[in-house]
Nanobody
Framework: QVQLVESGGGLVQAGGSLRLSCAAS????????MGWYRQAPGKARELVAR???????IYADSMKGRFTISRDNAWNTVYLQMNGVKPEDTAVYYC?????????WGQGTQVTVSS
């Protein structure tokens, strides 16, 4: 079993920064990748950023240059540094982990960007 707990969300003004953290515990062997997704009210969940076991990263186009995903070597924590946030970044942000054929999700953390 794998547990993912997000933290670091909150209210921030447009143009500001936030750093989200995802603490992972449990059976983290054979991990393929971890990522951040987000879901705004009335919209589908979408990819924000993903980092795989080789350290390769991908970002959604609207986040490139503003957000950075990183992790510690033991996959205990994955971070999302959010700079230059915009009101349209307001959403619940979820951490996920892809381990073998299963995908695990955290409960999410709310990010609200005021204009």
């Amino acid at each position: 079993q794998v547990q993912l707990v997000e933290s670091g969300g909150g209210l921030v003004q447009a143009g500001g920064s936030l750093r989200l953290s995802c603490a992972a515990s449990g059976r983290m062997r054979s991990i393929n990748a971890m990522g951040w997704y987000r879901q705004a009210p009335g919209k589908a969940r979408e990819l924000v950023a993903r980092i795989n076991s080789g350290g390769e990263t991908i970002y959604a186009d609207s986040m490139k240059g503003r957000f950075t995903i990183s992790r510690d070597n033991a996959w205990n924590t994955v971070y999302l540094q959010m700079n230059g946030v915009k009101p349209e970044d307001t959403a619940v942000y979820y951490c996920n982990a892809e381990i073998l054929v299963r995908t695990y999700w955290g409960q999410g953390t709310q990010v609200t960007v005021s204009s």
